[in-house]
């Protein structure tokens, strides 16, 4: 079947049976490579996008159900020239190390910031919760959320 998909702002169509995941669809069928795939069952992030907004873990969402919806990947959060405060940050706070992870720790915070834009340490520890850095990055991670969330305010 095909589906019409809106990603990252331009209008797709994916051939694709009803259940297989929208990861897939990113990465194969449209060669997009930061939705990762880590685990494939919704419990490490990697795969997060934003669809219609949300976080949405793409490697256990089938096509099927994001038909007509508006997804963003971490390359629509930014651009090079006007990058979102999230990547600044995090290139600020020196996060990356390995840079598996990011996606789903970036993809996350900017739901949590677009919503909450003074969180506290609280909240941002219970919105990343179940996201997994094999590289140890937590406090960095957290530094530059609170950075961005200090540059958006």
Known sequence: MKYSLV????SVTVDA??????????RSDLGLNNP????GRAQCGACTVHVDGAPTRSCVTPVSTVAGKKITTLAGLGTPERPHPLQTAYIEEQVPQC????????????????????????????????LKCRCGTHMAIMRAVKRAARTTA
Not at 17 to 26: D, I, V
């Open 7 to 10: 990603v990252d702002g331009k």
């Open 17 to 26: 049976e009803p259940a297989m995941p929208l990861l897939y669809a990113l």
């Open 36 to 39: 990762k795939f880590g685990c």
């Open 99 to 130: 840079g598996y992870c990011i996606n789903g720790w970036m993809m996350t915070a900017a739901a949590l910031l677009r919503d909450t834009p003074k969180p506290t340490d609280a909240q941002i520890r219970t919105a990343l919760a179940g």
